[in-house]
């Protein structure tokens, strides 16, 4: 559930725009800042707030990628295996971090550290092959720099 | 005409900085703009002869003109910063190196538009660069080039960023509406076009990031200045991204008419090994593949793009070197555009999966001879059937490629078949 600093942020952020709605992803964003997902509760109580019935805000999550509607491992670790990062051997840093972090594509290690998922393109074709750990970057990486980064998180 | 000095990504250092953007002349193109009538700001840029750079290369000032002039509903702006085209990845630098650029531009266009309120959405795999444009707008908001009265002009215009959420359909501009308003990234039915009936029913124009940072240099130097610069039908800077088999993938800032094949070898370094080339994606993954042997004299413009039979798209280039299994770059794209189609239209909802699975045939040699045919069948049911160019998108990737490199699909053929 939304935290009363981050339902005043909410509040707030709702005034850029002239319909209450529009508030809505904005408010799943910081939802899923504090928690790090987003619950059925934290959902409802959202709709409760903008006026929205819980279904329509259950379609916005599903319908966008980046929202988890489940809890992820500490790190979540991306791996962009899209056309550019292909040519420069993403499937090679695929194979690296599903090895280390013992997640396939799509799953969480059974120590609950990584969630690991193949993405499509994060606008870093420049720096193929990459790989993002939360909100950075990692760019023009071999198998042996992908291990280096992953093997230093705590 | 060569440029030698760049008017997009300037090489200044900390440029990003407000007071380094001002002491090198920014900000004085709004403070110009503030001095001239509004249709007098956009009639320079439509006599520039700005063309969008988002993908459609639409004439920006004539865009513009369609927005009523007096409008009892409020008017929009929403500038497109989504950039989730594979193979792009250029406004992304202009958030990090030229940001106030960018905020000058919104403001001279919502001043030529009359509008109180633009809306900058940026994929939400930005974050850190959302954070970068973030600090810049507070920045400008500080110095009074934001808000209620700017200057003393007595116009007023809020900026606000707006967080995506990872879906690329919210590029297109009516589905990029419907996600500000917050809903799922549905594109829209046109007619009615933005400018009539955009965000919450009113007039709204979407442009842009790279398009909008373009406008302070022609309100600065006048559009005769600009529509000399690169290719006299689509002029101006540019930024090209370079990615795939070259030596220095980057965005490169040229004059738009540079022949690709100086972006490859010159700019980009060439390829690595000194293998051969076999073949480009010219414009980000939309646009039609063109093979090595189609690229002598073909320039980054919109003319002699579509003449070469493809398209100057978001001016992604991704460069394929002679060992590349085409097969698997065509399948990896037909995936992403599955993932990606919103679902709302049978053509695209069910052909983007088919087209995948079939490719997954090829890409295992499973595939038989009438497989070829069968691309091709799926795909021209999918183009022009469907309420957006996601469609067209995923169609015209396979048709260039069956149609150019056919012998890569006969190589895959199951051993039955051949």
New interface residues.
């Given amino acids: 559930m939304l935290n009363e600093e981050n339902l005043k942020k909410i509040e707030e952020i709702g005034k ?4 209450a ?6 408010a ?2 910081i939802a899923q800042e504090q928690d790090g997902w987003i619950s059925e509760e934290t959902m409802k109580q959202i709709g409760d707030l ?1 006026g ?1 019935p819980y279904g329509h805000v259950l ?2 999550v599903t ?5 988890n509607s489940k809890p992820l491992g500490t790190y979540h670790i991306e791996v962009c ?4 990062c ?3 051997g993403s499937d090679k840093i695929l194979r690296k971090v599903e090895h280390v972090c013992s997640a396939g594509a799509g799953h969480t290690s059974p120590d609950g550290k990584w969630t690991v998922n193949e993405v ?9 092959p990459m790989i ?1 750990i939360g ?3 990692y760019e023009n990486l071999t198998p042996d720099k992908v291990e280096e980064i992953l093997r230093k998180l705590p | 005409m060569t440029q030698t000095e760049h008017y997009i990504l300037p090489d200044i250092p900390e440029y990003h900085r407000i007071d380094v953007y001002e002491s090198n002349g920014g900000y004085a193109a709004f403070r110009k703009a503030l001095g001239m009538k509004p249709d007098e700001v956009t009639d320079e840029v439509k006599k520039s002869n700005l063309r969008g750079r988002g993908g459609a290369c639409f004439p920006t000032g004539l865009k513009w003109t369609f927005m009523p002039k007096t409008s009892d509903k409020p008017k929009y702006l929403a500038v497109n910063g989504d950039e989730s085209e594979p193979g792009t990845f250029k406004d992304r630098q202009i958030f990090e190196q030229n940001p106030h650029q960018l905020i000058e531009g919104i403001l001279i266009g919502c001043y030529a538009m009359g509008i109180t309120v633009a809306y900058v959405y940026i994929r939400g795999e930005y974050g850190k660069w959302i954070k970068m444009l973030q600090a810049a707008v507070d920045a400008a908001y500080e110095k009074g080039y934001i808000g209620k009265n700017i200057l003393g002009s007595g116009f007023s215009t809020e900026i606000y960023l707006h967080k995506g959420a990872g879906a690329y359909i919210c590029g297109e501009e009516s589905s990029l509406m419907n996600s500000i308003e917050g809903e799922r990234g549905y594109p829209r039915i046109k007619p009615p076009f933005p400018a009539q009936r955009g965000l919450w029913g009113c007039p709204t124009t979407i442009n842009n990031v790279e398009t909008m940072t373009n406008v302070p240099l022609i309100i600065t130097k006048g559009w005769e200045w600009y529509s000399k610069i690169g290719n006299v039908k689509h002029p101006g800077p540019i930024l090209v991204g370079i990615s795939g088999h070259v030596n220095k993938p980057g965005v490169y800032e040229v004059p738009t008419g540079v022949p690709l094949l100086e972006l490859i070898h010159t700019y980009a370094g060439g390829i690595p090994g000194d293998k051969k080339l076999k073949a480009v994606i010219p414009g980000g993954s939309s646009t039609m593949i063109l093979r090595a042997d189609q690229l002598d004299g073909v320039c980054m413009d919109a003319d002699s793009l579509k003449a070469a039979g493809s398209s100057v798209g978001t001016a992604g280039l991704i460069v394929m070197d002679e060992e590349t299994d085409l097969i698997r770059i065509l399948s990896r794209l037909a995936k992403f555009y599955h993932h990606e189609s919103c679902g709302q239209c049978t053509p695209c909802r069910e052909g983007t999966g088919w087209l995948h699975k079939v490719l997954e045939r090829f890409e295992h040699h499973q595939a038989k001879t009438e497989d070829i045919d069968l691309l091709l069948d799926i795909a021209n049911n999918i183009e022009g059937n469907t309420i957006c160019a996601l469609g067209d998108a995923a169609a015209w990737p396979v048709q260039s490629m069956v149609r150019r490199f056919r012998g890569e699909f006969e190589k895959c053929l199951a051993p039955a078949s051949h």
């Fill in positions: 850029r725009y002239p319909e709605k529009a508030a809505l992803l904005p799943l964003w903008l929205l379609g916005v319908f966008y990628t980046m929202f295996t899209n056309a550019s292909q040519l420069r499509e393109c994060m606008g870093a074709c420049g720096g193929a993002a909100e950075e970057y």
